[in-house]
């Protein structure tokens, strides 16, 4: 258990729904961070959110939403979903947002599912 | 920009061989990371290994060490004495002042009994 909880770890919906993943950080993290893995694919960065402020943007579209609550939890929602958006969202999180040398650690990942 | 590039889709290897996965990299920050990350069939992401572009020495972790080569501008995972559980996607990583931690495409590693 790496201490980053993601909800759900599987996820099937409809072309055109939408849906919210979350996830809570390892205890005493301030960063978190959302990545997209398709298929056979690297990681693609998403999001980054520090102390319930977005901190970076990645390759988010305009679909995709994100926010950190003030207990640190974050939740990425996604809406009106294609069948591409089918992937593993992973959630990281790291003790601040600054450090090069800061790495970070992963939850296990929800696998999101479109019909 | 940032670019982390890994040129090897797949390797293979024998049990208890070494082998090294390449990672090459660009930024125009002097400060900056790297990672080398573990992601077998079961998804989650592990991490190995770390190196720091102010360094001095090639960081090792057991069975794992990084080929850094700052003027190069690699960062090669090299694995000792292969196991079978080390069939895994293999993902370099850096993140520097400007950008949070970016991956390259991955390594595909099987090792062969």
Same mark, same amino acid.
């Given at each position: 258990?790496?201490?980053?909880?993601?909800?759900?770890?599987?996820?099937?919906?409809?072309?055109?729904?939408?849906?919210?993943?979350?996830?809570?950080?390892?205890?005493?993290?301030?960063?978190?961070?959302?990545?997209?893995?398709?298929?056979?694919?690297?990681?693609?960065?998403?999001?980054?959110?520090?102390?319930?402020?977005?901190?970076?943007?990645?390759?988010?579209?305009?679909?995709?939403?994100?926010?950190?609550?003030?207990?640190?939890?974050?939740?990425?929602?996604?809406?009106?979903?294609?069948?591409?958006? !089918?992937?593993?969202?992973?959630?990281?999180?790291?003790?601040?947002?600054?450090?090069?040398?800061?790495?970070?650690?992963?939850? !296990?990942?929800?696998?999101?599912?479109?019909? | 920009?940032?670019?982390?590039?890994?040129? &090897?889709?797949?390797?293979?290897?024998?049990?208890?061989?070494?082998?090294?996965?390449?990672?090459?990299?660009?930024?125009?920050?002097?400060?900056?990371?790297?990672?080398?990350?573990? &992601?077998?069939?079961?998804?989650?992401?592990?991490?190995?290994?770390?190196?720091?572009?102010?360094?001095?020495?090639?960081?090792?972790?057991?069975?794992?060490?990084?080929?850094? &080569?700052?003027?190069?501008?690699?960062?090669?995972?090299?694995?000792?004495?292969?196991?079978?559980?080390?069939?895994?996607?293999?993902?370099?990583?850096?993140?520097?002042?400007?950008?949070?931690?970016?991956?390259?495409?991955?390594?595909?590693?099987?090792?062969?009994?």
């Amino acid at each position: 258990d790496s201490g980053v909880t993601q909800t759900p770890k599987h996820l099937i919906t409809a072309t055109g729904q939408r849906v919210t993943l979350r996830c809570s950080p390892r205890s005493g993290d301030l960063s978190v961070y959302w990545y997209q893995q398709s298929l056979d694919q690297g990681l693609q960065f998403l999001i980054h959110y520090y102390n319930g402020e977005e901190r970076a943007k990645g390759n988010i579209l305009e679909r995709f939403s994100a926010q950190q609550f003030p207990d640190l939890h974050s939740e990425l929602n996604l809406s009106s979903l294609e069948l591409g958006d !089918s992937a593993l969202y992973f959630c990281a999180s790291s003790p601040s947002g600054g450090r090069v040398s800061g790495g970070y650690t992963f939850g !296990s990942g929800t696998r999101l599912t479109v019909v | 920009a940032q670019k982390i590039t890994q040129t &090897q889709p797949g390797m293979f290897v024998q049990e208890k061989e070494a082998v090294t996965l390449d990672c090459t990299y660009d930024t125009s920050d002097p400060s900056y990371g790297l990672f080398w990350y573990k &992601q077998p069939s079961s998804g989650e992401m592990i991490f190995l290994i770390y190196q720091g572009s102010y360094d001095q020495q090639n960081a090792t972790e057991g069975r794992y060490s990084l080929n850094f &080569q700052k003027a190069r501008k690699s960062a090669n995972l090299v694995i000792s004495a292969s196991q079978l559980g080390d069939s895994a996607m293999y993902f370099c990583a850096m993140r520097d002042n400007n950008n949070d931690m970016r991956f390259g495409a991955g390594t595909r590693l099987t090792v062969k009994p």
